[in-house]
Nanobody, 125 residues
Framework: QVQLVESGGGLVQAGGSLRLSCVAS????????MGWFRQAPGKEREFAAA????????YYADSVKGRFTISRDISKNTLYLQMSSLKPEDTAVYYC??????????????????WGQGTQVTVSS
């Protein structure tokens, strides 16, 4: 099993930046993709960004492309999400997730096998 713990959320003004971190423990070698999802109040959880854990290829939702950057430090078993030019509509609980399977859509919530507890990001206007 893999355990994921996020940190770095908080309150920021529109246009500001935040960096989220996710520390993974356990069988991290079993994860093929790692991703960030977010869930705003009253809405479904949605894909934000993903990274091929070993290869490093990155993927983004259109809503965050050009503003968010996903990265990882394999030596520290840590996943990051650098968020810039934040907007009030980015307000959500952000979740770190791990996906074992190489196949399947990396944007799909149910294809992920491990989840963190989430960290709140609030962007004020």
């Amino acid at each position: 099993q893999v355990q994921l713990v996020e940190s770095g959320g908080g309150l920021v003004q529109a246009g500001g930046s935040l960096r989220l971190s996710c520390v993974a423990s356990g069988r991290t070698s079993s994860m093929y993709f790692m991703g960030w999802f977010r869930q705003a109040p009253g809405k479904e959880r949605e894909f934000a960004a993903a990274i091929n854990w070993i290869g490093g290829s990155t993927y983004y939702a259109d809503s965050v492309k050009g503003r968010f950057t996903i990265s990882r430090d394999i030596s520290k078993n840590t996943l990051y999400l650098q968020m810039s030019s934040l907007k009030p509509e980015d307000t959500a609980v952000y979740y770190c997730a791990g996906k074992r399977d190489r196949g399947g859509d990396y944007r799909t919530v149910w294809r992920y096998d491990a989840w963190g507890q989430g960290t709140q990001v609030t962007v004020s206007s």
